[in-house]
């Protein structure tokens, strides 16, 4: 999992014009391999349909992770929905917690600061990878810890070996500087989700990352 790559966040607030599952389906088609779904305005059940959806649209092409939601997760995947994991702050229930809960899949979990850092490595057997981050001040997650910059998403790569993804504003542009500073992968919201054509959008990402090895 040392390389994820481009890494879409598809926020549902995000998507529109399109719809959520227009945006993903353009980010498929695009090599876009991780996927996070993010809807903090829908209620359980439709975080429930709008998962089942969306793994019918991923499976066998791109990774689906269900952001904080662990019981949405559990139900798609008790529905037979081709959901691979989780994605958590530091809000929600204690990673360890949620290993126990989920048992097999994915689980990413947000980390910014130095002491998030720590216990991140000290929870390490729970984790798969850390979002790391916003490296920029972004409009989509209004509460998001103090900017690092990409000089400080590298010195918090540098703290783990867990794999990194930076996220916050996010461009293509920088995927040389992430991957020179140990990252993981990118992860972007309205670099996809608001661009004229996701497909496009999403083919840029991925040749960007891949043009930094």
Not at 119 to 124: E, G, K, M, P
Request: proline fraction near 3%; charged fraction near 20%; glycine fraction near 10%.
């Amino acid at each position: 999992m040392d390389n994820i790559g481009a890494y879409l966040v598809a926020n549902t607030s995000s998507c529109t014009p399109r719809t959520t599952l227009e945006v993903i389906d353009g980010a498929v088609a695009g090599g876009i391999e991780w996927i996070q779904l993010r809807a903090k305005d829908e209620t359980a059940r439709e975080f429930f349909e709008l998962s089942c959806a969306a793994a019918r649209l991923t499976e066998g092409k791109a990774k689906l992770l269900i952001n904080d939601r662990i019981d949405v997760f559990l139900a798609a995947r008790a529905a037979g929905a081709a959901v691979n994991g989780i994605h958590i702050g530091q809000k929600d229930i204690p990673v360890r917690l949620a290993r126990q809960i989920i048992g097999e899949g994915i689980i990413g979990l947000s980390a910014s600061t130095d002491e998030q850092l720590a216990q991140a490595n000290l929870d390490a057997e729970a984790i798969d990878y850390l979002g790391v981050g916003a490296v920029r001040a972004t409009p989509t997650k209004k509460d998001h810890p103090t900017p690092l910059g990409l000089d400080g998403f590298a010195r918090a790569a540098s703290l783990t070996e867990l794999p990194c993804v930076a996220i916050g504003a996010i461009t293509a542009e920088d995927a040389g500087a992430i991957r020179a500073g140990g990252g993981s992968g990118l992860a972007v919201v309205r670099a996809i989700c608001n661009a004229e054509n996701p497909q496009e959008a999403s083919e840029e990402l991925v040749a960007a990352w891949v043009a930094a090895q």
